[in-house]
């Protein structure tokens, strides 16, 4: 099976296998960066498969819903990955929703084991409506085990306040330590053009939000639509500053699926502050950025009264909102990068059109077609 792109070639097969065509191409490449911490993909692609196979000794087998509530950190590319891996389903859940969007998530798409930071303001909305909504598992990750050294060691101390305190023996909670262990899963028989992959809600904007299952061809495929149409490895993407969410499906894509087929790095930024972005592109250097509209017009705003370095940046590409023509050139003249508009759906998995980076870009159109993309008017 095809797991690479070639020229014309779109693949539609399992998303775990993406990543471990990746890992075995490119081992010693860094895969993630967090707060200057590193993984290379072969460390990324162990604690995958070793997760896995935490996750399948509980239980976890094709068709188990897992969620995922966590900010942009390693493990939201590590559970992502292994909940596939070990057959079951992804539900992404931001950590923003009140009690009341969780629960009724939750209660829909019938998640019943849960990942979650070990940060008190996160975990206390998921252990408040856990029993009522149906969870059986809350799996805690602690966010001192993925810092930089100094900066883990100075957690408890600093914030040892935020930090959520929980009882191992009280039949919800299980420590992240408790996955590991098993060096290898157990392989499981995936079809990519039927098996869901992950459970994507979308904005409720006609009510309740609703869950679109996307399939692991539905994934895979686009992202390698993305790869072709805009022409990633000419442009010469090699990392990728990942400042939008992971649980959004615009992110998933831009942010993990596409790094990950091309083998860059995955600058991974948990939370949004001006200032902190702008040092994290000076000093990491990205050379793609995906975003969306009010961020690229609040760069603007920022560069009109501090002169910063965004030389790196290769390439940028925005959705979620119409791009204004004023924000696209004046962040276009003051980055000397590429800055293309795409539209998309979550229930596309997600991106349908894009203006081509290295064609023709037209304000107020959100470009043309992916290959093998079919729109209907």
Known sequence: ?????????????????????????????????FLGRKWTYAELGALVDEVAAGLQAHGVEKGTKVGLCLPNTPYSVIFFFAVLKAGGTVVNFSPLYTERELR????????????VPDLKIIHSKIRAVAHEAGLKTIIMCPMGQVLPWLKGMLLPLMKGKDLARF???????????ALLGRPCPHPVLIDPAVD???LQYTGGTTGVPKGAMLTHANISANAHQVLIHADCERIGVRSVLGVLPLFHVFAMQLVMMVPICLGA????????????????????????????????AAINGAMATTKRDLSSI???????????????ERFQELSGCKLVEG????????????????????DGSVGTALPDTTIEV
Do not use: W
Request: proline residues 11%; hydrophobic residues 40%; glycine residues 8%.
């Open 1 to 33: 099976m095809l797991h690479r792109t070639r020229e014309g070639a779109i693949v539609k097969g399992p998303v775990p296998d993406i990543l471990d065509a990746t890992v075995g191409e490119y081992p010693a490449r860094p895969a993630l960066n």
């Open 104 to 115: 009724h998530q939750i209660m829909d798409s019938g998640t019943g084991i849960m990942v």
């Open 314 to 328: 290769l390439l940028c590409v925005s959705g979620g909102a119409p791009l204004p023509k004023e924000v696209r």
């Open 265 to 296: 790095e995955i600058i991974l930024v948990p939370r949004f502050e001006l200032s902190d972005l702008l040092r994290t592109i000076e000093t990491e250097r990205p050379t793609l950025f995906p975003g969306v509209p009010t961020l690229y």
């Open 196 to 198: 869901v992959a992950v």
């Open 167 to 177: 009882d191992a023996a009280d039949g919800l909670h299980m420590p992240y330590a």
């Open 343 to 362: 539209y998309g759906l979550s229930e596309t998995a997600p991106v349908v059109t894009a203006n081509p980076p290295l064609g023709l870009v037209k």
